[in-house]
């Protein structure tokens, strides 16, 4: 909150020109299947409306990814977590007869090529595998973590959910391996698994929390470990790059990790590129060379559709059909589609969602007591957010 008060994370804007979705579904087309569904509950119609205008494939080779909301199949309840959501979707499968399941959460950023996930899950005859992303030893109280069996690597011999005494990797004492909520599961299995998890009214009906641990206790789960998968065109900078945005400070680090010189996920990559639905828009256009009224961006994104009419970015992200007036200087910011920022008016470390305008001379994320004074989120971070619509007054 506020970004998602009328949206589901997933279609939360990202990087200028994507939404957190784009990464997982560009990451499961780019490894080669093509047959995809979204399972939705709350607050979905932007995510619908993306997926149906963008996610658009080859319907004569049967390709498709589709939104499938939550339908009450089974009983009364909605999705009451992962493992339920997938439960009551059982007639998706009768209608494939998939051999294996591809499972990924739909807001982390990452690029990961889930075929060689599926080799080595077929390879090692476990019917579930799941991925792990080495994560500081520090950090281990804010992850399931999972440590390999002492005889296999390859195989989970403990998962832990928030563990306080985390045993450091074998390679790597000060990393422990987290659960990425990415799974590899035969479809026999799965279906097993969900249904037993469905009757039983103590569980919290989570793939993570529920239906992991009892592969775990039975033996039969194999492990993943994300820093060997070779994406095409990764370089070592960004190879094992994971982000889950769960905070807005973490979301806000994310954009910034987009805009270094080098930076710390690259999103020029050709060779795994991200797929999104903004076509049909003009380039972007600084106008106003004149030496006190400069229309200028440096280290930022800046989107199609932008114009930056005399003012100034410095550090920051900014979405489609923005428009910076003169003598307006946007700094260390994430800007959403349609803002508008009038002329010297100041944006400072701050998240303005759609269609926002900040009238002239106004400051947004400069005084944090006047921010939170005008309703405004002020983060832990010092992140100022200002909801979708709003007009920030001076």
């Known amino acids: 909150m506020p970004l998602t008060a009328d949206r589901a994370k997933p279609a939360v804007p990202f990087g200028g020109i994507y939404r957190l979705i784009d990464f997982a579904l560009s990451n499961i087309v780019n490894s080669g299947y093509l047959r995809v569904v979204v399972l939705t509950q709350y607050k979905s119609h932007s995510l619908d409306r993306h997926i149906s205008t963008t996610w658009r494939m080859s319907t004569l080779l049967g390709n498709y990814v589709t939104p499938v909301p939550a339908q009450q199949r089974v009983g009364k309840n909605w999705f009451l977590g992962s493992a339920d959501a997938i439960y009551q979707s059982l007639n998706l499968l009768d209608d494939e007869r998939p051999d294996i399941v591809v499972i990924v959460g739909a807001d982390n ?35 399931g973590v999972i440590e390999a069996d002492a005889d296999n690597p390859r ?21 422990v391996l987290a659960s990425m909520g990415n799974y590899v599961i035969d479809a026999d299995a799965l ?95 600084f106008v106003y060379a004149h030496r006190e009224r400069l229309g200028h961006a440096m280290d930022s994104l800046v989107s199609p559709g932008v114009i930056v009419s005399g003012g100034e970015i410095v550090d920051s992200v900014v979405s489609p059909g923005t428009r910076i007036n003169s003598w307006s200087s946007v700094r260390d910011s994430v800007l959403f589609d349609g803002v508008d920022i009038g002329r010297n008016a100041v944006v400072s470390r701050a998240i303005l969602d759609k ?18 004074a005008r309703g405004f989120t002020v983060t832990p971070g010092g992140i100022t957010v200002v909801p979708k619509g709003w007009t920030v007054t001076r």
């Open 109 to 143: 950023i990452y690029r990961m090529d889930f075929s060689q996930m599926v080799d080595q899950h077929v390879e090692s005859g476990f019917p579930l595998t799941v991925a792990g992303i080495r994560q500081p030893i520090s950090l281990a109280d804010q992850f």
């Open 155 to 175: 195989k989970i011999g403990r998962f832990l959910e928030k563990p306080k005494d985390a045993v450091g990797l074998a390679d790597s004492p000060d990393e």
């Open 191 to 285: 279906v097993e698994a969900v249904t037993q998890d469905a009757k039983d009214e103590s569980s919290a009906h989570d793939m993570g929390g529920s239906i992991v641990p009892r592969f775990v206790d039975d033996g039969s789960a194999g492990l993943y470990d994300f820093t060997f998968n070779d994406v095409p065109g990764s370089t070592d900078r960004d190879r094992s790059y994971w982000r889950d945005v769960g905070t807005v400070d973490a979301y806000f680090d994310a954009n910034q990790d987009l805009i270094s010189v080098y930076p710390v996920f690259n999103l020029y990559n050709d060779a795994w590129p991200l797929y999104t639905g903004y076509t049909g828009l003009p380039p972007a256009k």
């Open 355 to 372: 269609n926002v305008h900040v009238e002239a001379g106004a400051r947004v994320g400069v005084d944090e007591d006047q921010d939170r």
